[in-house]
Nanobody, 115 residues
Framework: QVQLVQSGGGLVQAGGSLRLSCAAS????????MGWYRQAPGKQRELVATMHSSGSTNYQDSVKGRFTISRDNAKNTVYLQMNSLKPEDTAVYYC?????????WGQGTQVTVSS
């Protein structure tokens, strides 16, 4: 089992920055990928950014060049640095860790970008 605890998020004006954190505990040695997803009101949850255990990354086109996923192995933490935020980035953001058997999710954190 893996437990994920998110922090960060909040309210920011358009053009501002936020950093989300996701601290993992438990059987993290089995994790092969981690990432961030978001869900806006009335919409399906969508992938924002992912990082494979190899370090390779993948981003949704709308956040490329603005968001950066990174990890600190010593702290078992994955981050999402969000710059140049836009009102359309407003959503609940969820971190995700994946092993060969299942997905693990953080509790979600609200990000609101005002225009």
């Amino acid at each position: 089992q893996v437990q994920l605890v998110q922090s960060g998020g909040g309210l920011v004006q358009a053009g501002g920055s936020l950093r989300l954190s996701c601290a993992a505990s438990g059987s993290i040695f089995s994790i092969n990928a981690m990432g961030w997803y978001r869900q806006a009101p009335g919409k399906q949850r969508e992938l924002v950014a992912t990082m494979h255990s190899s370090g390779s990354t993948n981003y949704q086109d709308s956040v490329k060049g603005r968001f950066t996923i990174s990890r600190d192995n010593a702290k078992n933490t994955v981050y999402l640095q969000m710059n140049s935020l836009k009102p359309e980035d407003t959503a609940v953001y969820y971190c995700n860790f994946r092993d060969s058997l299942k997905d693990y999710w953080g509790q979600g954190t609200q990000v609101t970008v005002s225009s």
